[in-house]
């Protein structure tokens, strides 16, 4: 009974403790925080963390962030914004991803509560952390990366913890190497988890660094190219030294051997413990010592190590602006538009010659300028028909099979037209993240439930705006050619108008079906890429790829429209064209 | 005599009820707003892959043009009576009717304010509807129409000094054609800091956006010069 006396009175001390040591609700700074460890990538998504605090009011709100972007007249805003419900005492937390396209100007954040700003914030890139390419590293150690520094393309590191990591995939497109040193499993959610994993599924490349004693998360068990065994004390590590060329600094060395799995691929020099393999369209490797340890730390090869392992950057097999360029001829008239004015006009100047003729004469006249007075809010009733039908959305979907995965790595591009300028929104395909890359005016990105919009203005003097959008498809196709035969099998999906693309030339293979199919290959039958590209049943299809990079693939390369309708941009009361695109990477046998 | 007739002045009166009772001015309202029509029809997006609002040579802005030069001509045409109206005495055979010269040329001048001034509103809805679609602003539109309604009564009230100067039809016409080319071509021969001075760059500079002011007041001047040369060529014809 004395306990449960004291405690409301404890009670009450506490709540008034808490009260007064805590800061007026709104007075609390907005925290935000920009990029991976404050490194970023130009034009690339990266991700953003912002800290509301607790507000003071209740109502609808919204996270706005304005990122600045050169557009054709200027400066211009791409704006996202985040909607929520403001409950007072509750702080927020909002994981967004953004693209930056200037660092001269902050980022501004501003937190709305019934369309007022209640919180404001702007957040300075530091030009030092603007890179070409990151270096991801979860590692304890916050040191041995500033070589990269040396290497070519302006790498910068960026030492993160596990909460840093995004929770979607794209938001690691501008990274090139993730290195997994020091990784606590437990402090990682479920989307964090299958964020890392898409990312490489989709292209992403990672390093794994297996220590003594810690085994590697279980999450990545099933793209990693090697299992560990025990480690062992050696007193060099003689392969390091032939595979890199530079004398290792006396020993001894912890080396944790790897034990690789079918399919992946050793340097094949007895001790050294590294293992790697491809895994969907990225690459996953693995090391048995730590670069971080001395003595590796002060090995004068890691130039080279490093080297090795971020290589450079291929040529993607898609690109968004020749895939933009291609769908900016295929704008088309309105004939419905035409007509409704065709009529419209035709209709005054019958009017006009049939008043002109009514006795008495100044009856006429009187009566046609009445009717010139009525045609005015006609002529602009039929100017916004006009207008709203003249809109064009083309788009294309470009989608790369990763291979053995059931998704494909998907960039949409589409164009926006909006002649003489104007307004524009539309809804971005489920799942993909938007990339704006060139901002012809301010844009703005609105979450809306599982949706995301994207609204803008136009200026008349450029009414085009080009929409990148990166997602992942589900596709499940593959195949290999061996010798004069294609074996293909394309799942539940249907190829129009497919070409085989290799040795920089093209075969024209027209509609495939879905499941497998074999196709023998007559040697007379494959054509160079301009034939390709002009010929009637490929134009389509080549008009939006760079046909020069798919022909310098190391691999063949299977090339097709996706029958059926997919996900894509949608812009209500506007249907253009579209059509999505499927490049398999193929294995080529005997 | 109805209330409005007696603010008319008679002259004016006399012209606007041959003008809106004759053949010739309806086959002229029904051309130039046919050309306006097609011109608007042609310039319907995507034209010529142009959708981009240029204020060069956008298709607005030869809207403009085109309704400048054939208001001008025929306004001045009639002034000139290189075109004769049904029914419309000249000003030399008011002469003769109990109007003074002045009376006569403010009645004509007057004729030439209101004939552009009715075939532009006729023209209106047309040209309202090629500049919603463009969104080109309505203060454009109306500078474009201000310019027009001003060069078109500058030129006329020169068109009916020749009418009243040279008696020769052929002389007449040449005259006017003459007066015409100084306008819209000779002027294209000025320094770039007086191209202003060209009606066809007035009024592109007023659908691009900019306040043709010196335009219409120059225009405005030169009219009224030519109300008095007009105004004076009658007096030596014998008026009171």
């Known amino acids: ?590 | 005599m109805s209330s409005g007739e007696a603010v008319l002045s008679p002259v004016l009166r006399g012209d606007l009820r041959a003008r809106a009772r004759s053949r010739k001015v309806v086959a002229i309202e029904v051309f130039l707003l046919s050309v306006l029509a097609f011109l608007v029809f042609l310039g319907l997006p995507p034209e010529l892959s142009q959708l981009e609002r240029s204020r060069e040579a956008g298709l607005g802005a030869a809207l403009a043009t085109v309704q400048l030069v054939l208001v001008t001509y025929f306004t001045s045409a009639c002034a000139a009576q290189e075109i004769s109206v049904e029914g419309e005495k000249s000003a030399v055979d008011l002469l003769w009717a109990p109007f003074s010269p002045g009376a006569i040329v403010v009645g004509k001048s007057l004729t030439s304010l209101v004939t552009p001034v009715y075939w532009l509103l006729l023209g209106l809805p047309i040209v309202v509807l090629a500049a919603a679609i463009r969104r080109e602003p309505a203060s454009s539109v109306l500078a474009v129409l201000g310019v027009t309604v001003a060069v078109a009564w500058a030129v006329a009230q020169w068109g009916l000094a020749s009418s009243v100067l040279v008696e020769s039809e052929l002389s007449r016409t040449v005259l006017h054609w003459a007066i015409l080319l100084g306008v819209f071509v000779v002027t294209l021969a000025l320094p770039a800091s007086l191209r202003w001075i060209n009606p066809i760059v007035a009024v592109g500079a007023a659908a691009g956006g900019a306040a043709p002011t010196g335009a219409f007041v120059l225009y405005g001047l030169l009219g009224g010069l030519g109300c008095a040369a007009a105004n004076s060529a009658l007096r030596r014809w014998g008026g009171p």
């Open chain 1, 1 to 590: 009974m004395r306990g449960a006396r004291a405690w409301p009175l404890g009670h009450a001390l506490v709540v008034l403790v808490v009260t007064l040591g805590s800061p007026p609700a709104e007075a609390a700074a907005l925290g935000v925080r920009v990029g991976f460890d404050g490194a970023v990538v130009l034009g690339m998504p990266v991700p953003v963390e912002i800290r509301v605090p607790a507000p003071d009011r209740e109502g609808q709100a919204q996270v706005v962030l304005d990122a600045s972007a050169l557009g054709p007249r200027g400066p211009v805003t791409a704006t996202t914004v985040i909607p929520f419900e403001a409950v007072p005492g509750i702080a927020r937390v909002f994981r967004e991803t953004v693209t930056l396209l200037d660092v001269r100007r902050p980022l501004r954040v501003r937190v709305r509560v019934e369309g007022r700003d209640v919180q404001d914030a702007a957040v300075a890139v530091d030009p030092a952390r603007v890179g070409a390419r990151l270096v991801l590293a979860l590692s304890a150690s916050h040191r041995g990366l500033s070589v990269l520094r040396s290497l070519p393309g302006r790498i910068v590191p960026a030492y993160v913890h596990e909460d840093a990591l995004p929770r979607q995939w794209q938001a690691y497109e501008g990274v090139g190497v993730v290195i997994v040193r020091d990784l606590d499993p437990g402090r990682l959610d479920g989307a964090q988890e299958e964020a890392l994993l898409t990312w490489v599924r989709m292209g992403g490349h990672l390093l794994v660094v297996a220590r003594p004693d810690i085994p590697p998360p279980a999450f990545l068990d099933a793209v990693l190219p090697a299992r560990t065994g025990e480690a062992r004390t050696l007193p060099r590590v003689p392969g390091l030294e032939a595979r890199y060329g530079v004398p290792l600094p006396p020993g001894p060395y912890v080396v944790v051997p790897l034990v690789p799995r079918t399919g992946a691929v050793t340097p094949g020099l007895g001790d050294l413990a590294m293992a790697w393999w491809s895994v969907g369209l990225g690459e996953v490797r693995m090391i048995g010592f730590d670069p971080w340890e001395p003595p590796l730390e002060a090995w004068g090869g890691r130039l080279r190590f490093w080297a090795e392992f971020l290589g450079t950057p291929g040529e993607h097999l898609v690109d968004a602006q020749y895939a933009a360029h291609g769908l900016r001829t295929e704008a088309a008239g309105d004939s419905l538009g035409q007509v409704i004015v065709g009529v419209a006009l035709a209709a005054y100047l019958t009017a006009l010659a049939v008043l002109r003729r009514s006795r008495p004469p100044w009856r006429g006249v009187v009566a046609a300028l009445a009717v010139a007075l009525v045609a005015l809010p006609v002529s602009l009733a039929v100017a916004h028909v006009v207008r709203s039908r003249s809109v064009t959305l083309e788009q294309v979907a470009l989608v790369i099979q990763a291979p053995r995965t059931s998704g494909g790595r998907t960039l949409w591009v589409g164009v926006v037209t909006v002649p003489y300028g104007g307004d524009y929104r539309l809804r971005v395909p489920s799942g993909a993240l938007l990339l704006p890359r060139e901002a012809a005016g301010s844009l703005s990105v609105e979450r809306s439930g599982e949706d995301t919009w994207v609204a803008g203005t136009l200026p008349p003097e450029a009414p085009r705006q080009t929409l990148v959008a990166l997602g992942r498809l589900e596709v499940a196709a593959s195949g290999v050619v061996t010798g004069r035969w294609l074996e293909v099998d394309l799942g539940p999906d249907r190829l129009l108008r497919a070409a085989l693309a290799w040795h920089g030339r093209v075969y024209p293979l027209g509609g495939l079906p879905p499941g497998a199919s074999r196709h023998r290959l007559e040697p007379d039958r494959w054509v160079s890429p301009e034939v390709a590209a002009s010929s009637p049943l490929l134009a389509r299809v080549f008009r939006l790829l760079d046909v020069g990079v798919i022909m310098k693939a190391t691999s063949p390369i299977l090339v097709g429209e996706l029958a059926g309708s997919r996900p894509a941009f949608e812009f209500p009361g506007v249907s253009g064209r579209r059509a999505t695109i499927l490049l398999v990477p193929l294995s080529a046998g005997g």
